[in-house]
Nanobody
């Protein structure tokens, strides 16, 4: 049974970089056809797709965050990571990692989410 677990700092200051890690258990992040995705939900708002990394290690990002976002992976640890630079209070959100089996925005497995608050 595949499980995803996010981890991160929780509280960061404006202009800093936040790094979140998703640890995958029960399955490999290099398995074909899966897209390992980051999604966030700001308070009181809907879900926002941030980007994903595919089985070949190629990353794709939503245009609005592309300049500040890096999604990478550590295959030895079966983890993938979200790095978001120059954060502002508008980046405050619950951040989720999820698995997309076909790259079409339908997620079959989600992590429980981790809260990131940007505040001085």
């Amino acid at each position: 049974q595949v499980q995803l677990q996010e981890s991160g700092p929780g509280l960061v200051k404006p202009s800093q970089t936040v790094s979140l890690t998703c640890t995958v258990s029960g399955g490999s992040i290099i398995a074909p056809y899966y897209y390992w995705t980051w999604i966030r939900q700001p308070p009181g708002k809907g879900l926002e797709w941030i980007g994903y990394i595919d089985e070949e290690g190629k990353s794709y990002y939503t245009p609005s965050l592309k300049s500040r976002t890096t999604i990478s992976r550590d295959t030895s640890k079966n983890q993938f990571t979200l790095q978001l630079d120059s954060v502002t209070p508008e980046d405050t959100a619950a951040y989720y990692c999820a698995r997309d089996p076909r790259g079409i925005g339908l997620y079959d497995i989600w992590g429980q989410g981790t809260q990131v608050t940007v505040s001085s």
